[in-house]
């Protein structure tokens, strides 16, 4: 198949993209490198020893999106590009209203300008808000706490409509719990621009010497050792996953919502020690006041996605550290050397 991937030079995108290539699909990658670096694209080229398009442009730029797409013709679009961060989004509530729901519209109106009908969209577990019961299923009601669900709720309601409008059309909503780690190779990985905002980022760059100490946000959580508990994913599993959804999509109409997590739980202080055993290293931490926002336990319940699309998570929380600090250890400024 075509596979156009919007963003696919980020984190969880160069991931999918070395999946999507080692399963024989023709890719074009779609990036303005706002939070990438176009190195991640050559290493994976390495890696997979495979070519592949890249059009450097910003999904805001209706016309040039819309010409990437009537020139590659792709069968399905997995749609990466987007803003993430939490607090950046309360901050600066209109770059992610523009970015990722604006951004999504233009990218809708382009792929019916290439007649292209399929789309797998990197939606986010905050979708479920507050949890009102755990593990959480797709059924559970659906809230925002800050700009940044709001931008994955409205557009999860977008494409419902547009799904609704089109007999033909598809949309495979990956509900992503906590991705983390990187490729067994350690060549690609999670590069963040600034100081990290998520827990295995930070914990990587404490142990490789870049921070001195981590703050754990809390210890007085309702969970068995009072830290916060996530379910936490490894990015190869959650790339397969990708490729699954890839596969869903060319069968399927209509559109789907699908966890893609463990349905395992690990504590801050379980990240910690699984950490300190992968790199041989100590990870220092305090215990720091509860972050705002943040809840005690989130976790999936992840049948949809082994039921419809054949996909479950194989790799731990020792393979997700031990990944992460492969690439971390070998790469410590990330890809700016
Ligand atoms: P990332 O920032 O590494 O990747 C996003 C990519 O999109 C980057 O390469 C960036 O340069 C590109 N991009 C951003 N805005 C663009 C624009 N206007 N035009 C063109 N390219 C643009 O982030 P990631 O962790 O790989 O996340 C990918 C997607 O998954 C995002 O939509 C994110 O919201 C979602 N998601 C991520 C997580 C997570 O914890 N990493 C969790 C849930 C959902
Ligand atoms: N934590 C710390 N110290 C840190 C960073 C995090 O103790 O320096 C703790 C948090 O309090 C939380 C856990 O580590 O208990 C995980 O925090 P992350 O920031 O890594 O992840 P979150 O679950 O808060 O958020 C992530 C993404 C969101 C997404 C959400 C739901 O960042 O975009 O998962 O899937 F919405």
């Known amino acids: 198949m075509r596979v156009f991937l919007t963003g696919g030079a980020g984190y969880i995108g160069s991931h999918t993209l070395l999946e999507v290539l080692s399963e024989a699909h023709e890719v074009c990658v779609y990036d303005d490198y706002s939070n990438s670096s176009p190195h991640a694209l050559t290493r994976v080229e390495q890696l997979t ?4 398009d890249v059009v450097q442009g910003d999904i805001l730029d209706q016309s040039g999106l819309a010409a990437a797409l009537v020139t590659f ?13 939490v607090g950046e989004s309360v901050e600066k509530p209109l770059m992610y ?15 019916e300008a290439a007649d292209c009908n399929r789309i797998v969209f990197s939606s986010s577990a905050t979708v479920y808000g507050t949890p009102q019961y755990l593990p959480l299923d797709e059924n559970h009601p659906l ?9 994955k709720l409205m557009v999860e309601h977008i494409l ?9 059309a598809t949309a495979v909503l990956l509900r992503y719990f906590n991705p983390v780690g990187a490729h067994d190779s350690g060549i690609i990985g999670e590069d963040p621009n600034d100081i990290p905002n998520n827990l295995m980022p930070f914990v990587s760059q404490v142990a490789v010497g870049r921070r001195e100490k981590l703050q754990v946000f809390g210890n007085d959580y309702d969970t068995p ?22 596969s869903f999509a060319s069968a399927h109409t209509g559109c789907e919502a699908i966890n893609v997590g463990t349905g395992r739980g690990s504590s801050v202080l379980d990240v910690v020690r699984a950490f300190e055993a992968a ?9 720091v006041q509860r972050r705002a926002g943040d809840v005690a336990t989130y976790c999936a319940l992840p049948e949809k996605a082994r039921n419809l699309l054949g996909w479950q998570a194989k790799r731990d929380l020792a393979d997700m550290c031990a990944s992460a600090w492969k690439w971390q250890s070998q790469n410590p400024d990330g890809y700016k050397d």
């Not at 013709?73 to 961060?85: E, M, R, S, W, Y």
């Not at 209203?97 to 792929?111: F, I, K």
């Not at 419902?160 to 033909?168: L, Q, T």
């Open 49 to 52: 020893n495979r070519k592949f």
């Open 97 to 111: 209203y523009e970015n990722n729901v604006v951004g999504t519209l233009s990218l809708l109106r382009a792929m």
């Open 73 to 85: 013709k792709p069968d399905v679009v997995v749609h990466f590009a987007g803003k993430k961060a």
């Open 143 to 151: 809230s925002a706490t800050n700009p940044y669900g709001q931008t």
């Open 279 to 287: 790199s041989g290293r100590v990870v220092p931490y305090e215990v």
């Open 225 to 246: 050792d009072g830290t916060g508990v996530r379910d936490y994913i490894h990015v190869v599993d959650l790339a397969k996953a990708h490729a699954a959804a890839i």
């Open 160 to 168: 419902r409509d547009w799904c609704g409008a089109r007999p033909a």
